[in-house]
């Protein structure tokens, strides 16, 4: 944490260009005598900072002097800020914005903090409940990628009581709005979906990484597995007049529009897990959609209509 202080330190002294060790130590929220040791180790190290004694006197940087200490340009400051900076962010985000928002050269600081203010996130959904199961363990498991530790995951699949297991934190991806940890285990790379992490414990082991690792480029070899997977099965159908925009609702890019028929329908192909996935969603349009092939999807329709006929008998009139 020393590097990170005599860094805010310096940037304080270039936003302010004199000042005290009582005002640093209540910037950085640290006893006078820990700024004071601070500044001095600035002046060591070949900073130019000195100091004046007596009233009205302080710390400063010699002439004036100036370190930019990010490099960025006005668009790539602005991007940063863009991404990083809605006003739902983190405590730790926000600090570390303000602190970048002083390394920037005067002409560059209006335009990030105008664009630090610029979004905003809501962690809620339209019905008022919290949207926080991605985040519970995030902290933890950030800091396991980034010390290089092994930890006990406690994980739950859908439908299964959690089970635990050791594996070596890799690296943390997001995808479509759904956090997951890439982390190596006995049969190899996997991921890990983070609303699905129930416990997170350090082990006190060095991750085993790969030799060669590359965060991006397992990402997307993982991925595209995962995709293989979602689509390893077609359902192909005719849809009625008006389902347009609620199959593409439904499906985006895994729904193929083959051609018009004479009636006003259309074929239509959708891709999907498996038949009996595509075929109960495709359930909720009714006579609307009719699935022409495979079989097993029809039966699936069939079996659908059956139990929900059992279960709420014909409509009324």
């Keep these: 944490m020393r590097a990170d202080r005599l860094v805010a330190v310096l940037l304080f002294l270039q936003t302010r260009g004199q000042v005290t060790a009582a005002e640093v130590a209540a910037e950085l929220e640290v006893s006078e005598r820990t700024a004071r040791r601070d500044l001095e180790a600035l ?41 990083a900076g809605p006003s739902s962010a983190t405590p730790e985000l926000r600090s570390a914005l303000r602190k970048l928002v002083r390394a ?27 949207l926080t199961a991605d985040t519970p363990h995030l902290a933890a498991l950030q800091r396991a990628v980034v010390d290089g530790v092994r930890v006990r995951l406690g994980y739950a699949k859908p439908g299964a009581p959690a089970g635990e297991r050791t594996v070596h934190p890799l690296g ?18 996997r991921t890990f979906r983070l609303s699905r992490v129930t416990s997170v414990e350090a082990t ?23 995709e293989d997977r979602m689509l390893a099965s077609t359902v192909w159908a005719r849809a009625g007049q008006g389902t347009e925009q609620i ?17 006003g329908w259309t074929e239509i192909e959708v891709d999907g897990p498996s038949p009996e996935v595509v075929a109960a969603q495709l359930a909720g349009l009714g006579a609307r959609v009719e699935i022409l092939e495979p079989p097993a999807a029809r039966e699936r329709l069939a079996r659908l209509a059956y139990e929900l006929a059992s279960l709420y008998g014909p409509p009324a009139g």
């Design 43 to 83: 002046a060591t190290a070949g900073i130019p900072v000195y100091s004046q004694a007596g009233r009205g006197g302080g710390w400063a940087l010699v002439g004036g002097a100036r370190t930019d200490l990010t490099g960025l340009n006005a668009g790539e400051s602005r991007a940063l800020f863009l991404a």
């Design 104 to 130: 920037l050269p005067a002409p560059l600081r209006a335009d990030a903090e105008a664009a630090s203010k610029a979004g905003v996130a809501d962690s809620t959904d339209w019905s008022g409940s919290a």
């Design 172 to 189: 943390l991806a997001s995808k479509a709005g759904t956090g997951y940890l890439v982390a190596g285990t006995d049969r190899g790379l």
């Design 204 to 226: 006190g082991e060095r991750v085993e990484r790969p030799e060669g690792f590359d965060l991006a480029a397992a990402w997307r070899s993982l991925a595209a597995r995962m």
């Design 247 to 263: 199959l593409q609702g439904l499906f985006g890019g895994r729904l193929r529009t083959l051609r018009s028929l004479p009636d």
